[in-house]
Nanobody
């Protein structure tokens, strides 16, 4: 079993930056792809970024060049650095883990094994 706790959300003006963190606990975290998903008002939950066990990364087209995903060597802390934020980035952001590869997972939230509770990001 894996537990995920997000932090770092908040309100920011367009063009600003936020850094989200996710603290993971559980066994064999090194075996999981870790990811960020988001769900905006009236929208389905969609992939934002993933980082694989080999540190390979995938990004949604809408955030490429603005967001960076990383995790520490222990594999227990995941981060999402968000720069040049736009109002359309407003959403609840969820940390997630899966045994699926990142390129697959970013398009398939149904294959997430564990979800965090989410953290709100509001861009005005």
């Amino acid at each position: 079993h894996v537990q995920l706790v997000e932090s770092g959300g908040g309100s920011v003006q367009a063009g600003g930056s936020l850094r989200l963190s996710c603290a993971a606990s559980g066994n064999n975290l090194f075996q999981f792809t870790m990811a960020w998903f988001r769900q905006g008002p009236g929208k389905e939950r969609g992939g934002v970024a993933t980082i694989g066990t080999d540190e390979s990364t995938e990004f949604a087209e809408s955030v490429k060049g603005r967001f960076t995903i990383s995790r520490d060597k222990s594999k227990s802390n995941l981060y999402l650095q968000m720069n040049d934020l736009k109002p359309e980035d407003t959403a609840i952001y969820y940390c997630a883990v899966s045994r699926r590869r990142g390129w697959w997972l970013i398009q398939h939230p149904e294959d997430v094994s564990y979800w965090g509770q989410g953290t709100q990001v509001t861009v005005s």
